[in-house]
């Protein structure tokens, strides 16, 4: 079983910064693909970044150049850097979390998810 415990959401001004983090425990997350989803109001939730075990990162197009992610094994945490924040990034961040224990299909978790509200 894997948990995740995430933080760093808030209220922020239109071209400010943020950090979320999302702290995981559980068995094999050295193998994992640890990732940020988000999901506004009215929306379907989104890809937002992802990194391998092996830091290789996948961003989506609407956030490249501002949001950075990143992982720290030792701590198996992921983070979400994100700068530059637009109203339209308001959404709840979800962390997800992607273990492939056998087969071809990865088992996912999820975050409870952090809320992050940008003001124009």
């Known amino acids: 079983q894997v948990q995740l415990v995430e933080s760093g959401g808030g209220l922020v001004q239109a071209g400010g910064s943020l950090r979320l983090s999302c702290a995981a425990s559980?068995?094999?997350?050295?193998?994992?693909?640890m990732g940020w989803y988000r999901q506004a109001p009215g929306k379907q939730r989104e890809l937002v970044a992802t990194?391998?075990?092996?830091?290789?990162?996948n961003l989506a197009d609407s956030v490249k150049g501002r949001f950075t992610i990143s992982r720290d094994h030792a701590k198996n945490t992921v983070y979400l850097q994100i700068s530059n924040l637009k109203p339209e990034d308001t959404a709840v961040y979800y962390c997800?979390?992607?273990?492939?224990?056998?087969?071809?299909?990865?088992?996912?978790?999820w975050g409870q998810g952090t809320q992050v509200t940008v003001s124009s």
């Open positions: 559980g068995s094999m997350l050295s193998r994992s693909v």
């Open positions: 990194v391998t075990s092996g830091g290789s990162t």
């Open positions: 997800a979390v992607d273990i492939l224990f056998s087969g071809t299909k990865p088992t996912r978790y």
